[in-house]
């Protein structure tokens, strides 16, 4: 029994020396945050030692329930997050100066939540809200450094923290930094833009459709919410795209949406009108023409397998045409150079099909037209050489460039040049970079 009363003793003095460090150390923060407010500039390490001791501090657990004590962090950090402005903003000092806190504008403001949530007395809960407010606009600020720095993840919670701080100072009736319906709006904005780049999209949904129901005037929200949806199902997705090209036809982004949406969902016919368009307002946009002349070539392999010839010539000109506009505005595009030798050797192939019908006919009829067919065929093969060729000497790693060099040489007989381009081939399957171009000058 004397055993297990003097073991109980050692336990309360363990726990009286804990408060007591606990008190301590909250008394030595506030001293050493109190000689850093007399003198910021020549006091900078008084700052970190505030930090130091009023994290110690809230580990006694006797401490971490006095909502003061989270208010003094509170005040600390936002102090912190006031310098690192001052930093960007200004060049006043340097970020080397200040104490290591990654994200000290959300770390304040979660601390005058605590001191919220824990007051009991009329004046504790004043100088939590007051925090908040001074918090918000050092959450509004840290969020648009992350997101220079592409911290999205980082912005996002600060800028998320604005908004949630927003909500908690609107429910007591004081003023907010985002009173003002536009400063609002454009939170949850920038809030669910960050969410998106940094690859939240449900947690940005949260945000758009907010602004989708109010029809704030943002044509990029219609572009999120459709890239947030078309995941789950494309063509319920497709309204928000519909909606937003009527509110905004002239916006260059949402029509760039839909242009994909329709390439995805491969509806060649309805792009055509809308490349049409984009061209129209991005003459200089040398995708463009090539994305164009690949519709005619998709829509012209789909008449030549229905047997549509004529119509399958009209769009096999169309593409070359655009193909061909690519190519003037930039001689380098690759994309466009591969595009037209592709074109050539896909009718080529398609040809060869047809051939296979007079492989057994060997009348003297049927050996003519093989033999016009064949011809017919290594002219076209011919055309889309000097392409592959170019192309190969401006991306000499594409995969499909090489395999089609590879397969006309081997049409033409020539092993030696086939052979050179299946070993360039097998040297990219297995991961390696072709530095030297074959045909390079």
């Known amino acids: 029994m004397k055993k297990l009363i003097l073991g109980l003793m050692a336990i309360l003095l363990i726990t009286a020396a804990y408060a007591q460090d606990g008190k301590k150390a909250l008394r030595e923060a506030n001293k050493a945050f109190g000689a850093y407010n007399l003198d910021p500039t020549g006091n900078k390490a008084k700052l970190t030692e505030a930090v130091e001791q009023i994290n110690l501090a809230l580990e006694d657990p006797e401490i971490a329930k006095d909502p003061s004590a989270w208010a003094s962090k509170g005040e600390i950090y936002n102090e912190i997050a006031n310098q690192v402005v001052a930093v960007r903003q200004l060049g006043m000092g340097s970020l080397d100066e200040l104490p290591k806190v990654k994200h000290p504008a959300q770390e304040a403001a979660e601390a005058y ?56 100072l609107k429910k007591e009736g004081e003023k907010s930094s985002l009173d003002a319906e536009d400063d609002y709006n454009n939170q949850l904005y920038i809030t669910g833009l960050a969410a998106l780049n940094g690859g939240q999209p449900e947690a940005a949904a949260e945000y758009f459709r907010k602004l989708y129901e109010m029809k704030y005037d943002k044509a990029a929200i219609y572009e999120a919410l459709y890239k947030i949806e078309a995941d789950k199902d494309i063509e319920a997705a497709y309204k928000y795209l519909e909606e937003g090209r009527k509110l905004f036809p002239d916006d260059v982004s949402l029509l760039f949406a839909e242009i994909n949406h329709f390439l995805r969902i491969n509806k060649l016919d309805e792009l055509i009108g809308k490349l049409e368009m984009a ?54 595009y690759s994309d466009a150079v591969y595009s037209i030798g592709a074109l050539y050797y896909n009718r080529a192939a398609s040809m060869t099909q047809e051939l296979n019908k007079y492989a057994d006919d060997y009348s003297k009829e049927g050996l003519k037209k093989y033999e016009d067919l064949k011809d017919k065929i290594f002219k076209e093969f011919d055309k889309a050489l ?27 007989d020539d092993l030696e040049m086939s052979n050179e381009f299946k070993e360039r081939l097998e040297k990219v399957q297995n991961g390696e970079a072709i530095e030297a171009s074959y045909f390079k000058k």
Do not use: C
Not at 119 to 139: E, M, P, R, S, Y
Not at 285 to 314: C, F, H, I, P, W
């Open 386 to 412: 000097p392409y592959f060729q170019k192309a190969e000497a401006l991306n000499p790693s594409d995969m499909n460039t090489l395999i089609a060099l590879k397969e006309i040489y081997a049409r033409k």
């Open 279 to 332: 061209i129209q307002k991005e003459p200089d946009n040398v995708s463009l023409y090539s994305t164009l002349g690949n519709v005619y070539d998709n829509l012209q392999q789909r008449e030549m397998k229905d047997g549509n010839e004529e119509k399958a010539q009209e769009y096999f000109d169309k593409a070359l045409k655009y193909y061909n506009q690519a190519v003037e505005k930039d001689p380098e």
């Open 113 to 168: 939540i605590k001191s919220y949530e824990l007051a009991d007395k009329k004046w504790q809960t004043k100088d939590a809200l007051k925090g908040f407010q001074i918090a918000q606009g050092n959450l509004s600020n840290m969020g648009i450094f992350l997101y220079e720095d592409q911290d999205y993840k980082g912005a996002f919670e600060d800028f998320k923290m604005a908004v949630t701080l927003h909500e908690k």
